[in-house]
T-cell receptor
Framework: GESVGLHLPTLSVQEGDNSIINCAYS??????FIWYKQESGKGPQFIID?????DKRQGQRVTVLLNKTVKHLSLQIAATQPGDSAVYFC????????????FGGGTRVLVKP | EPEVTQTPSHQVTQMGQEVILRCVPI?????FYWYRQILGQKVEFLVS????????KSEIFDDQFSVERPDGSNFTLKIRSTKLEDSAMYFC???????????FGQGTRLTVV
C-alpha cells in the first residue's frame, strides 16, 4: 500500500548549522510532495512543495530534493535558527483525490543555542 | 493576516454524545478540509469539501461523521456518537484553489471520556 514515512524521529542541530530531514515514500502516483512544519500547539504550516516531475526546488533558506529512483524526499534548512524548532512532516498530494494531503510520521527538530 | 479559526479549542464529551466542531475558513477560500491527529501520531486526512459537497473522504470518515457549510462562513464537523478512539486534535484547513498549500487552523482538542 501507499505510505509516506520518515527515517529519523528527532534531529538535534546546532544553531547556525544546516539541517537535513529525510522522508521515504512508496506511492509514485502523487502529484506533489510537500513539507509542513508544526510548532507546539499549532496546526501544520506549509513550507515548500515540489512537483513530482522535478528533482529540486529552493525557497527562502529551504531546499527540497526529490529522488524518484529511490523514492526519497529531503528538506534542507540552511543556517538553522531557534524558530526552526518544530516537528516537520513530509506529505504527498493527489489532486484527483479531493486534493488531499497524506502525511508522514514527522521528525522533531531541536535547535540548540 | 487572514487565518483559519476553530472553536472550541478544547472539547470534553462523554462517549456516545454528539459533538460539533466549528471552523471559520479564510474568507475567499473555496476548498475546505478536516484532518485529525491522535496524540503523538501523524496528521490524518478525514474529508475534503468543495462546491458544497464532499469531494473525497477517508476510511476514517464513516457514517458517524458529517460536514456542513451552513452559511457563507462556517464549516462544521459533526460526530454523531463519539467513541473513545475519536479523541484527537481535529484540524480544519482551507485553500483558495487546488493547491498543496492548505492553511490550517489551531485545532480543536477533542477528549472523549
Amino acid at each position: 500500500g501507499e505510505s509516506v514515512g520518515l527515517h529519523l524521529p528527532t534531529l538535534s542541530v546546532q544553531e547556525g548549522d544546516n539541517s537535513i530531514i529525510n522522508c521515504a515514500y512508496s506511492n509514485s502516483a502523487s502529484d506533489y510532495f510537500i513539507w509542513y512544519k508544526q510548532e507546539s500547539g499549532k496546526g501544520p504550516q506549509f513550507i515548500i512543495d515540489i512537483r513530482s516531475n522535478m528533482d529540486k526546488r529552493q525557497g527562502q533558506r529551504v531546499t527540497v530534493l526529490l529522488n524518484k529512483t529511490v523514492k526519497h524526499l529531503s528538506l534542507q534548512i540552511a543556517a538553522t535558527q531557534p524558530g526552526d524548532s518544530a516537528v516537520y512532516f513530509c506529505a504527498e498530494n493527489k489532486r484527483a483525490a479531493g486534493n488531499k494531503l497524506t502525511f508522514g510520521g514527522g521528525t522533531r527538530v531541536l535547535v540548540k543555542p | 493576516e487572514p487565518e483559519v479559526t476553530q472553536t472550541p479549542s478544547h472539547q470534553v464529551t462523554q462517549m456516545g454524545q454528539e459533538v460539533i466542531l466549528r471552523c471559520v475558513p479564510i474568507s475567499n477560500h473555496l476548498y475546505f478540509y478536516w484532518y485529525r491527529q491522535i496524540l503523538g501520531q501523524k496528521v490524518e486526512f478525514l474529508v475534503s469539501f468543495y462546491n458544497n459537497e464532499i469531494s473525497e473522504k477517508s476510511e476514517i470518515f464513516d457514517d458517524q461523521f458529517s460536514v456542513e457549510r451552513p452559511d457563507g462562513s462556517n464549516f462544521t464537523l459533526k460526530i454523531r456518537s463519539t467513541k473513545l478512539e475519536d479523541s484527537a486534535m481535529y484540524f480544519c484547513a482551507s485553500g483558495k484553489m487546488v493547491s498543496t498549500e492548505a492553511f490550517f487552523g489551531q485545532g480543536t482538542r477533542l477528549t472523549v471520556v
